[in-house]
């Protein structure tokens, strides 16, 4: 319990597991005049340190929408017209049906863009991406991309490429890594660009996700491809920037046009040549400190941001495009923005409307801890909530975690459990 007065965000906490556990549940009690969406989110077990599996705790866009609802304590369906007196049934049925969104929930429902093609030759891409990143892509039978990168040796470590592809279900197809080439200091020369060439045959005609993993040392300097559409999830770094002149020979310093669905976008730069004024579609926003977020809410269903000068990490909750013909969106269960008059007939979310108590809004979200990112016995969870600031900030009365054991009947087991997680975790 407590009392704090929020006005930055996000901000991070941890807490000790007192004993093995299968799920952890987060209660807050709060008071919100200053957020369209708050999110709450638990570290996962990840090679990025900003893993976290984020889940809604307060959503007025949800919250707002008009339509009939019902909840079974852990989903909400809201049906434009009433059919569905449960949600087992609508589950039931999901196949037979369209105009169906989501949030949060896995609608297993292939994306199939009709009539699709190849563009006829392979186009060069010429962009600058700093570290990882993922993007969407859309397959006729062969995946083909041309990867080049270059790595700048600023930092000392091993920068390794791995390149992964999932379906939209999330299975990994494919994986392949590429070693270092030797130069590990940051006393080292910048390494020659290097060619790496993606090719999966006689695949499903559909929607893949590609997974670029990699350090900040590295930058990718094109991707050459047939496939028509990319569109990026969730960040982007731009680094077409002076800031990278001296190592890499394809700077323009062109400015960037950058097309997405994100209803909340934040920007942050880690040296001078990155503080400039963005502008999301008629909003202007001055990034004037360095290792600073800014964030700006914007809710049309498509915006652009143009960046004059790049050398700018961008961050969102939805998808990014660097031309409208690359766009596309197969994110049918990241839906965050919904409003009563949108052209949907349902929407199911793992989403529970907050309880009103004493005055104040009481949320509760609960993850499993199978995934969970578990060091020394600790937790650590996110609080997201763009929009605060001083004259408006999030009140938080109360966080309270309580934690849910595994269901076993052997007190054999049970004390087994105890110890190895004892065991594990002790300091």
């Avoid at 590990?184 to 005609?205: C, G």
């Amino acid at each position: 319990g407590g009392q704090w007065q929020i006005t930055q965000e996000p901000i991070y906490f941890t807490t000790r597991m007192p004993a093995p556990a299968a799920r952890v549940e987060l209660e807050l009690v709060y008071d919100n005049t200053c957020c369209q969406n708050i999110k709450a989110g638990l570290q996962q077990q990840s090679n990025n340190q900003w893993a976290y599996q984020l889940q809604s705790v307060n959503n007025k866009h949800f919250d707002d929408l008009n339509w009939s609802s019902i909840s079974d304590g852990q989903y909400t369906l809201w049906q434009k017209q009433e059919k569905y007196s449960n949600i087992d049934d609508f589950m039931t049925d999901l196949d037979q049906l369209e105009k169906v969104v989501a949030y949060n929930v896995d609608l297993d429902q292939d994306f199939v863009i009709a009539d699709y093609q190849d563009a006829k030759e392979s186009k060069d891409n010429q962009l600058i991406i700093r570290g990882e990143y993922s993007f969407y892509t859309y397959v006729d039978q062969q995946l083909a991309i041309e990867f080049e990168f270059q790595d700048l040796n600023r930092a000392n470590n091993e920068d390794n490429i791995v390149i992964s592809v999932f379906d939209l279900q999330n299975h990994k197809i494919y994986e392949h890594s590429y070693r270092d080439d030797g130069y590990v200091l940051n006393t080292d020369p910048e390494s020659e660009p290097k060619n790496v060439y993606l090719q999966i045959d006689d695949l499903v005609s559909g929607a893949y996700r590609v997974v670029v993993n990699v350090s900040n040392d590295i930058f990718t300097t094109r991707l050459t491809t047939k496939q028509q559409y990319l569109t990026f999830i969730n960040k982007l770094y731009l680094a077409d920037s002076s800031e990278y002149a001296d190592g890499l020979q394809q700077i323009t310093g062109q400015p960037t046009r950058l097309l997405t669905n994100s209803s909340e976008i934040r920007f942050s730069t880690s040296h001078r040549a990155g503080l400039q004024s963005i502008v999301v579609n008629d909003q202007q926003i001055a990034i004037e400190q360095l290792h600073q977020y800014y964030t700006i809410t914007d809710f049309a269903a498509q915006k652009t941001i143009d960046i004059p000068q790049n050398d700018i990490l961008v961050e969102g909750n939805g998808l990014f495009a660097f031309s409208e013909a690359m766009y596309f969106d197969p994110q049918s269960v990241k839906k965050e923005v919904i409003y009563s008059e949108d052209n949907y007939d349902y929407f199911i979310a793992k989403y529970q409307k907050p309880q009103q108590e004493d005055g104040q809004l009481v949320s509760k979200v609960s993850w499993p801890l199978a995934g969970a990112q578990i060091e020394r016995g600790q937790l650590r969870f996110i609080i997201s909530a763009p929009g605060v600031r001083n004259e408006s900030p999030l009140q938080i009365s109360s966080i309270k975690i309580k934690y849910y054991p595994e269901q076993t009947d052997s007190i054999i087991e049970h004390l087994i459990n105890y110890f190895r997680f004892w065991y594990v975790n002790r300091r």
